[in-house]
Nanobody
């Protein structure tokens, strides 16, 4: 039974930092791609960062240089370190965990990130 749970969201001031966590269970984590998405009110869901099994990483242009995705296979956990946060980063952040050879993956419930000015 695959389960994905995000945590670490909250309210921060602009310029501050947060680290989000995404813990997966029921899967061999090392065989899975991990990704972070976000959705702001009235906006479409967008990809924030994706970490491939081989170590390659894709970032959205809007977060390059500020966010960093990583993983700890021993803990079956993916992290999104967010620095120099801006009000436009405010959104619900979702984790997705997907087998490298599958088209779709499993979503977490989301965690709210709110950045005040």
């Amino acid at each position: 039974q695959v389960q994905v749970v995000e945590s670490g969201g909250g309210l921060v001031q602009a310029g501050g930092s947060l680290r989000l966590s995404c813990k997966a269970s029921g899967i061999p984590f090392s065989d899975y791609i991990t990704a972070w998405y976000r959705q702001a009110p009235g906006k479409e869901r967008e990809l924030v960062a994706m970490l491939f099994v081989g170590g390659n990483i894709d970032y959205a242009d809007s977060v390059k240089g500020r966010f960093a995705i990583s993983r700890d296979n021993a803990k079956s956990t993916s992290y999104l370190q967010m620095n120099n946060l801006k009000p436009e980063d405010t959104a619900v952040y979702y984790c997705n965990v997907k087998r490298f050879d599958f088209l779709t993956g499993t979503w977490g419930q989301g965690t709210q990130v709110t950045v005040s000015s």
